[in-house]
């Protein structure tokens, strides 16, 4: 992510898709554009992948753009190798310079075969400022202003032979948010913060059972596989399933995996602290079809829209969702409420965010780029609108107003969250704290500003009994501003990093 030097403190952040494999005899990069392919969602602005033949050298390509518009059927063959790492970025901002994208790609020239490393990152950490300060000071330079690029350098310039010791050294020392995917020439290592904050998931290429669990184990305490195993890690587990990869399990808070000619080896860092799993992944980032924590999100979104009809039952004749973010709460809602449910608005599945702005003239089209309603099944009707979020409300806003223009006699608004109040520090991109439409509104006030007959959000208690968790275990500040890593808000006001991306 850049660290915008000037930028706001609640400035824009990012929220990326990562992903890495080992696999000799399979085409990686192919394999490598496939499961960013399956995890664009994650972000739309600039897509990598950095690939090697074992002790050559490390290739990359990272372009902006969309996946499919990135890499060329020439650049797959060029990449040719037994390993690959992988990345999609996400930013709202002007932020959207080559620079920024991923795979960060490093050679210090200090230590061998190890010298040369790529690095791609999810997360946001809040103690880049110092880190970077301290490699200026050690006469590191840099590329970009990326703090995933601070990783990179702290790792390329660490004395251990291996990259796993200097990994093991270097993480303590991470304060933030962080999923990354790293390659050598010989190994893809992938490593999770302490607190399990932005997922990270891993898989296996061949059907060989369940993988040694990193649960019980402390310290330094590895495991080793079989040799012939070929592994992947991922943001989510649906980058597994369009490769043919099984999913396996989540890789631990605070491990380390290297994925190499030993198999699959795991060790394993700080395993004491504090868990702090983003809340918002389940409710609105992650792909309904992926895995987490032992959830399966469509299931989990679908059991919150249960909850919501539970905690906030509407007097309407039919339920519809806003697409696709709040179709599995919708049928939840519709389901548990015994309201019949349709479709009220067909979505443009290729709007993307695009690097052609509509211009004056289509702007005051709005949102029905996206969305357009559906008349014949609205009119008349008093509507349960569901969706999974409110962040500036201008969404919201415009679906009631085209709604309303569309025949419908009431809109209640239902969402399968809570209030969004406070700026993520930890990688997800929420806006400033003044642009939420939350920020000190009342639900009411916020009703009357988006023009609907009623509005409620499902509690947070609902979210955690839809998730089968406990706060204890979670990160949910955007929603009651309590960051559960020391220091963050101090962090925040140093940091004033534009920090984005990852
Ligand atoms: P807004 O118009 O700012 O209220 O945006 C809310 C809509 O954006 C909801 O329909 C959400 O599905 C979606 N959304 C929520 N959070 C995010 C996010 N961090 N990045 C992109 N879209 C989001």
């Not at 052609?356 to 008349?375: A, C, D, S, V």
Request: glycine letters at 10%; a negative charge; hydrophobic letters at 40%.
């Amino acid at each position: 992510m850049p660290l915008g030097w000037a930028g706001d403190r609640e400035g824009p952040r990012d929220e990326c898709g990562v992903f890495g494999i080992y696999a000799p005899g399979h085409e990686v990069s192919r394999l490598a554009y496939f499961a960013l392919y399956a995890l664009q969602h994650r972000g739309q602005e600039s897509a990598g992948i950095a690939a090697a033949d074992r002790g050559g050298n490390i290739m990359t390509r990272r372009e902006l753009g969309l996946v499919s518009q990135v890499f060329s059927e020439n650049d797959l063959r060029t990449l040719a190798g037994e390993l690959a790492i992988g990345h999609v970025r996400y930013s709202t901002t002007g932020s959207n310079a080559w620079e920024n994208s991923q795979p960060v790609h490093r050679s210090e020239g200090t230590n061998g075969s190890r010298s040369e490393l790529a690095l791609a990152h999810n997360g946001n950490l809040i103690n880049a400022v110092e880190l970077h300060d301290e490699l200026v000071g050690r006469g590191v330079t840099f590329s970009s202003t990326s703090d995933s690029e601070i990783v990179a350098a702290l790792l390329a310039t660490h004395p251990a032979e291996r990259i796993e010791d200097a990994i093991a050294d270097v993480l303590p020392r991470l304060q933030g948010a962080f999923s990354i995917v790293a390659m050598t020439k010989e190994e893809v290592v992938a490593f999770r913060d302490p607190h399990g904050l932005r997922p990270l998931a891993l898989g296996v290429i061949a059907d060989v059972g369940d993988a040694a669990s990193p649960e019980g184990k402390s310290g330094q305490e590895r495991t080793r596989r079989n040799d012939s195993d070929r592994y992947c890690v991922a943001s989510e587990s649906c980058a597994f399933d369009i490769i043919g990869a099984s999913f396996m399990r989540d890789v631990a808070p605070g491990e380390i995996v290297t994925l190499g000619r030993g198999g699959l080896e795991s060790r394993r860092v700080d395993s004491e602290a504090r868990k702090a799993f983003c809340v918002f992944e389940y409710i609105y980032f992650a792909r309904p079809d992926s895995r987490m924590n032992g959830q399966v999100l469509q299931v989990a979104r679908a059991r919150m829209g249960e909850i919501l009809a539970r905690e906030a039952p509407a007097d309407a004749d039919l339920v519809i969702p806003v697409p696709d973010s709040g179709n599995a709460a919708a049928r939840g809602y519709a389901r548990a409420s015994g309201l019949p449910q349709d479709d009220g608005f067909v979505k443009n599945r290729y709007v993307a965010r695009t690097f052609i702005q509509p211009g004056q003239e289509l702007r005051k089209h709005g949102l029905r780029m996206k969305f357009n309603p559906l008349p014949e099944v609205v009119a008349g009707k008093r509507l349960v609108v569901v969706d999974d979020s409110i962040v500036r409300g201008n969404t919201t806003r415009q679906i009631v107003q085209m709604l309303r223009d569309a025949g419908a006699s009431e809109v209640h608004m239902r969402i399968s969250a809570p209030p969004i109040k406070h700026p993520c520090h930890y990688g997800i991109d929420m806006s400033t704290r003044e642009e939420m439409i939350a920020h000190e509104r009342s639900v009411e006030q916020i009703a009357r500003e988006l023009g609907c007959d009623s509005l409620a959000y499902l509690s947070l208690d609902g979210v955690y009994e839809a998730v089968g968790a406990t706060r204890a275990t979670h990160c949910d500040a955007c929603f009651t501003g309590q960051y559960p890593l020391d220091g963050t808000d101090e962090a925040a006001g140093k940091y004033a990093l534009e920090v984005a991306a990852t």
